[in-house]
């Protein structure tokens, strides 16, 4: 879908919008809903992908591929409750490299792979830096209550202002030797301007529904879809949805438990996010091998 970015731009603006009418309060429970569907539902057919990538291996049965994929899940939740700081620092890192190689696909196939998982990596590092800045207060506190460690205010923009220039400056790079990427760097940073004018205006939660429904999630469903089926259609999609729906509820019903246990707001987005971690492990592996997949088939 070559027009995508227009909706997710259209759906930005309107959330924007949404943001100026609606209390905090209800920017959070729609924001929870948000990642609840799409959100949730992108990282809800790893399995059914992996049984694709391995189609030509086929010794391998589904209970062993759901074996390894549960360990991994499962070893992502007990690092978190024995090395909670490195569990998160991990996080961060995976989901900064996944961010950015769900937005800058392809793009190895004229640089070198070191350059382009650095600049991947960056650009998804960002996004989550902007994203603390603009809420330091409200992503102290988390990951006061996941690692028991209190994080100073200024290492948030340290790090934003050292990440930025180095990411202009590979960017630069890549616009100088490429005239293919040229479209894509500019529309990118222009993208990049809108998540900034998106973090300031919105609460925590809502910015980040926003961001990880519209620009990652629906992306990432559209590729999936495309691969698992040559194309992209309503058909298609509905039969993805299909094939994820118990995986989906299994994962509904865990934060579901989670939420009836600890309703405090800080205490569940804690555990919320070192819940997302867990499933974000194995996921981001899953999505790495379909993108070299789907290189290798081009």
């Known amino acids: 879908m070559k027009n995508y970015p227009k909706i997710a731009l259209i759906a930005s603006f309107f959330g924007l919008w949404m943001d100026s ?8 429970i729609l924001g929870f809903l948000l990642i609840f569907s799409f959100g949730i539902l992108h990282g809800a057919n790893d399995l059914l992908l992996i049984k694709n990538i391995n189609s030509e291996r086929k010794a391998k049965s589904f209970v062993k591929i759901l074996t390894y994929y549960v360990f991994v899940v499962l070893t992502g939740v007990i690092l978190f409750y024995i090395v909670p700081q490195f569990a998160l620092l991990l996080f961060i890192i995976v989901s900064s490299y996944h961010f950015g190689e769900q937005q800058w696909q392809r793009l190895e196939q004229e640089f070198s792979k070191i350059l382009v998982v650095f600049f991947q990596f960056l650009y998804g590092f960002i996004i989550l830096l902007l994203l603390f800045n603009f809420h330091t207060g409200q992503v102290q506190s988390i990951i006061l209550k996941i690692t028991d ?22 960017s630069a ?3 100088w030797k490429q005239e293919k990427w040229r479209k894509k760097i500019l529309l990118e940073l222009f993208f990049m301007a809108l998540f900034v004018i998106l973090f300031k205006s919105s609460s925590l939660i809502w910015g980040f529904a926003l961001y990880f429904v519209f620009w990652h999630s629906i992306p990432s469903i559209i590729d999936q879809v495309t691969y698992l089926n040559g194309s992209f259609s309503i058909k ?13 509820l299994i994962s509904i019903a865990g934060i579901a438990l989670i939420y009836l246990f600890f309703r405090e707001e800080q205490v569940f987005n804690a555990l919320f996010f070192s819940f997302l971690a867990a499933i974000t492990f194995p996921h981001a592996l899953v999505i790495t091998r379909m993108f070299q997949g789907k290189e290798n088939s081009l």
Not at 21 to 28: L, P, W
Not at 237 to 247: E, N, Q, T, V
């Open 173 to 175: 790079y890549i616009f």
């Open 21 to 28: 009418y609606f209390s905090h309060q209800i920017q959070i």
């Open 236 to 248: 298609y999609f509905y039969a993805y949805c299909k094939a994820a729906g118990i995986y989906w």
């Open 149 to 170: 460690i209190s994080i100073p205010t200024f290492y948030f923009s340290l790090l934003l202002q050292f990440s930025i220039p180095l990411f202009i400056s590979m």
